[in-house]
């Protein structure tokens, strides 16, 4: 069980954003769910109230810095001017040849996958430093770590994010606040849907040999927001089905 009690979590209206706001919800937090789409937003809110639990949503689609800024101000208003765990699960993936890329697609993903959590942790992290605890937790991906054609543009945003992930440890962390990260393989969620078998043949490479679901990966998330892990900072845990290992 946790000591904390407010949980932002971005992204959380579908996948494994919204698995790990509903698992957040079962260990006791009051869970800030945010999204693009007010009404799966809204959804996701019912589903945690009906099994117990203590929800509020709110709209951002984290492409500007007016979105991140009153996300920050609305979830410290729900959190009665804390919050003590933040997720950065909010992301885009797309995928494609560098040479279609534009520069307004260039920007779009750099924006929502590292400019917002950028500034929703330099909003929240110092106040949770002030108070002497917390956890921030950043969903990346395994194809952070190697090279993928197609994948460069989505995979160095999340490498980035990895880099964040240790800097921010090792920033914040002697302040009491632990910052460390997941990395999923292949899983499937309604975002990857669209891949079809091609999720099937990516998973079948790792040890597990099938994808993973959103439900698995949000255990992980957990793990590193509550004090289960209490002497974890600066990781990367890799939720990938033993992909790594191959």
Do not use: C
């Not at 009665?80 to 040479?99: E, H, K, M, R």
């Amino acid at each position: 069980m946790t000591t904390t009690t407010t949980a932002l979590v971005t992204g959380a209206t579908s996948g494994i954003g919204r698995a790990t706001a509903e698992l957040l919800a079962t260990q006791g937090l009051h869970v800030v769910v945010s999204g693009r789409d007010t009404t799966r937003g809204e959804e996701v809110v019912r589903s945690i109230r009906a099994s117990g639990g203590r929800a509020e949503f709110v709209e951002a689609d984290l492409r500007d810095e007016s979105s991140t800024a009153h996300l920050a101000a609305e979830a410290l208003r729900i959190g009665g001017g804390t919050v003590d765990v933040l997720v950065n699960s909010a992301g885009i993936f797309p995928f494609g040849a560098t040479a279609d890329t534009t520069s307004a697609g260039f920007d779009e993903v750099f924006d929502i996958n590292v400019k917002a959590p950028y500034f929703l942790v330099a909003t929240l992290a110092p106040a949770m430093a002030a108070r002497g605890g917390g956890a921030i937790v950043n969903v990346t991906t395994m194809v952070a770590e190697f090279g993928a054609a197609g994948m460069g543009l989505y995979g160095s945003t999340k490498a980035a994010l990895v880099l964040l992930t240790k800097s921010w440890a090792a920033e914040f962390g002697p302040a009491g606040v632990r910052v460390n990260a997941v990395s999923p393989g292949p899983t499937r969620t309604e975002g990857t849907a669209a891949m079809g078998e091609a999720l099937d043949q990516l998973a079948a490479a790792g040890p597990a040999g099938r994808p993973g679901t959103a439900e698995e990966v949000a255990q992980a998330i957990v793990f590193l927001a509550t004090d289960a892990a209490s002497f974890v900072h600066g990781a990367v845990l890799p939720v990938d089905g033993g992909r790594i290992a191959v």
